[in-house]
């Protein structure tokens, strides 16, 4: 029951009911004041009060209950031009919420929070501009279940009609706890956090570490200056856009075969190649503890081991054929997509019956 409690709460403040709320409680001070003042000033019962209450906010023009003394006739002139200004407030916010959609993205936020609640082992991505928009379809081609936190509808409404899709969303601001909780930072394996300002990274970093002690945390910079601060914040690493752009930019004129040759292995060229990590505990029984030349993956599959991860994380770059992956090892290995999935299919114990082993 608490946590349901907590949940609404998170919800309340992140749906930002807070015009709708002021003005319920402008027209019930309204309604009260005009009772008050005909049951004090023109000595009417309650149900008398009420009445000419109703008929004077509705500005129906029904007949008063008995002609009103100056000072009566005085407080309805206030009474109407008060209530005037309220009524006006009222419809205006009702309007907001009816006809530019805000009541539907609070029902959307109440299921897509009910939703994001059953994921765990997830990637939140903070900002859906050019950057988390770009990391977000990266991780959705890699099969990753992502959680976006983004403020501006209007960015994932465009997704939508482009064929998106419905995407898994926290409207909110992503440097509060409150959204963050929401996308369940604290069942995360990892966040990126690509907002715009890098004070505002900062605040996600720092916040998300300190919610989830665990979590992977990738950071979005502008300024060469704030990389620092991104990681004694909690960053585990500092992307920084402009700056790989610029150098990819130079490149492209130094060495421009091997920038053709990084766009392949990146997704970017016609002839895409995949980076793949099969780690010793991928690898299926009948496979562990065998040297890289019994495995023979590249005549397997055609795919090739580029390079080793230690467990002492030590990077071996095209390690010798003798050598055998050890416990906590990790196997970076390059190929086509097709490459990659005969060595998925072959080596990776992914079927039903090798993970109930």
Known sequence: MPSTTNNLLILWKRANLSRFVLALVLAGVSFGVGIVGFMSIEDYGLLDAVYMTMITVSTVGFGEVHPLSPAGRL?????????????????????????????????????????????????????????????????????????????????????AEEGGGAIPVVFGDATTDEALRAAGVERARALITALPKDADNVFVALTARELNPNIKIIARASLKTSESKLLRAGADSVVMPDEIGGSHMANLIMRPEVIRFLEMISGLGPNKLRLEEMSYHDLGREWQGMSIRELDIRSRTGATVIGLKQSTGEFLISPSADTRPGVDDILLVLGTDEQVNALVAQFKRLNSQSRRL
Do not use: P, W
Not at 91 to 105: K, P
Not at 148 to 156: I, K, P, S, T
């Open 75 to 159: 407080f309805v002139s206030i009474y109407i031009f008060f209530n005037l200004l309220v009524i006006a407030y009222l419809v205006s916010v009702l309007t907001t919420y009816i006809f530019d959609g805000e009541l539907r993205t609070v029902f959307k936020m109440f299921k897509s929070d009910h939703e994001i609640r059953g994921y765990s082992d997830h990637v939140i991505v903070c900002g859906f501009g050019r950057n988390g928009s770009k990391a977000y379809h990266e991780l959705r081609a890699n099969g990753a279940r992502v959680v976006v936190v983004e403020q501006n509808q209007d960015l994932l409404r465009e997704e």
